[in-house]
């Protein structure tokens, strides 16, 4: 007979086990679109359900405040390197619990209460840690966001005036919801001249970036944040990278771009976090190590030439586009000429096994909760292999699943299509 702690999930705890089997099914056989989720390697799942997770690591490898800590030490070296060598930084800080906390480290090294940041207002495809007012980043430090132009382009002019205007200490870049390219470059020359730090929040695109699918802010930023869930493919959890020379992290250092390593990650710990969630840490290294290959450069690619399949499919099927198509992993749809909102579209597509998420389009007619346009992205479904034809093929199902929306039978065709689909791309078997 196995003892209580050596019974597998199933038998010790049949109910979180039977949630577990059903969200799994739901993952294979439904289209998920939300752009900032993926599903990880067996590898990364296995590191994340290693015996890592009972250990406590306070500190950084070297300087630990727990004994014990000599493979931990190890982990978290792997991983440091793996994302120093990806991205072509010097410093790498693997700890943070996730975005959010990243960015509020972020602020927590470089800004006092109280000093100004800007960052893409969230109703135009910003994040909420990009200084919203409910948000910590509105609520401690004085936020000024910048906006899009009507057309939902970033206007690199306005921002430029902007920061000229507002005089802010901390520029913030990277989005949720923007469907194009980002000019690192010029938004470096921008914050310079402001004399403002640039922190490029890069959660969305990392994978793109590390696979050779979209440019990146390393010498334009002075400091990148970014989750390691989203396109980069890992657990959910977060790195900053930064060029510099590390001093001793347990030591203050004076606010300087020469310091950003020691200001970074004096700012995760004891800043803000207590001990890293090390089989995170762990999972972070396997996927970094993913990433690094040739097949991922591929996948990065593919990813976007989905994308854009996925756009030219709804733009065939009448519907309109922000910024009228994509050139990464996303796209949001202003469904106004449809006569149907955000919320009423997502629940529909959630019927048929489609899963999106409502969402704002700029200068929005209507509320947050219940805004004009969904966002859809495709990181998820090229790892399962969906390929352009696939794409065409989704474009149709969103089709017909709006327009029809009064016609039940319609609507259970367009679900059974789906299974069909799905059941040709398992991933977990
Ligand atoms: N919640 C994430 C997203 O969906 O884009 C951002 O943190």
């Known amino acids: 007979m196995p003892e209580w702690h050596e019974l597998p999930l199933r038998e010790s705890d049949p109910d979180i086990a039977s949630l577990i089997a059903k969200e799994k099914h739901r993952q294979m056989f439904g289209l998920e679109m939300i752009p900032s989720e993926n599903l990880v390697s067996l590898a990364v799942l296995e590191a ?72 893409m207002s969230i109703s135009h495809g910003g994040h909420l840690t990009h200084g919203v007012a409910v948000n910590f980043s509105g609520k ?163 990813i976007v030439r989905n994308s854009k399949a996925l756009a030219e499919g709804l733009l065939e099927n009448g519907f309109e586009l922000v910024t009228g198509g994509t050139d990464n992993h996303l796209m949001v749809v202003d469904l106004r000429s449809k006569n149907v909102a955000g919320k009423e579209a997502e629940l529909l597509l959630d019927e048929v096994g489609i899963t999106v998420n409502k969402n704002m389009i700029p200068f929005d007619p209507r509320k947050p909760y219940d805004p004009s346009g969904i966002r859809l992205g495709t990181p998820l479904l090229t790892t399962r292999g969906m390929k352009e034809g696939e794409m065409t093929a989704i474009a149709g199902f969103i089709a017909k699943t709006i327009e029809k929306r009064n016609d039940t039978a319609a609507k259970e065709r367009v679900a059974s299509d789906i299974k069909e689909l799905c059941s040709q791309f398992i991933f977990y078997a």
């Not at 060598?85 to 410093?91: A, E, G, I, P, T």
């Not at 910048?146 to 921002?159: A, H, K, M, P, R």
Request: aromatic fraction near 8%; proline fraction near 6%; charge should be neutral.
């Open 48 to 119: 994340m359900g290693s015996v890592l997770t009972n250990k406590y690591s306070e500190g950084y490898p070297g300087k630990r405040y727990y004994g014990g800590n000599v493979f931990i030490d190890e982990v978290e070296s792997i991983a440091r390197e793996r994302a120093k060598k990806l991205f072509r930084v010097s410093h790498a800080n693997v700890q943070p619990y996730s975005g959010s906390p990243a960015n509020q480290a972020a602020c927590f090294a470089l800004l006092d209460p109280g000093e100004k940041l800007t960052g």
């Open 140 to 302: 401690y430090y004085s936020s000024a966001p910048y906006v899009t132009s009507q057309d939902g382009w970033l206007d690199y002019d306005l921002i430029e005036e902007h920061a000229k205007k507002e005089q802010p200490k901390l520029i913030f870049c990277g989005a949720t919801a923007y469907s194009r390219v980002i000019d690192f470059k010029r938004l470096g020359e921008i914050a310079q001249a402001a004399d403002a730090f640039l922190v490029a929040d890069v959660a969305h695109i990392a994978g793109l970036i590390a696979g050779g699918a979209h440019p990146s802010p390393v010498g334009h930023a002075d400091v990148v944040t970014t989750t390691t869930h989203k396109t980069l493919r890992g657990p959910r959890g977060a790195m900053i990278l930064c060029n510099g020379n590390p001093s001793d992290p347990l030591k203050a250092a004076e606010r300087s771009k020469e310091n950003l390593p020691t200001l970074i990650d004096r700012a995760v710990f004891p800043g803000l976090q207590g001990g890293p969630h090390n089989h995170t840490t762990a999972g972070i290294a396997v996927a970094l190590k993913e990433a690094a290959t040739p097949e991922f450069a591929d996948y990065a690619k593919q």
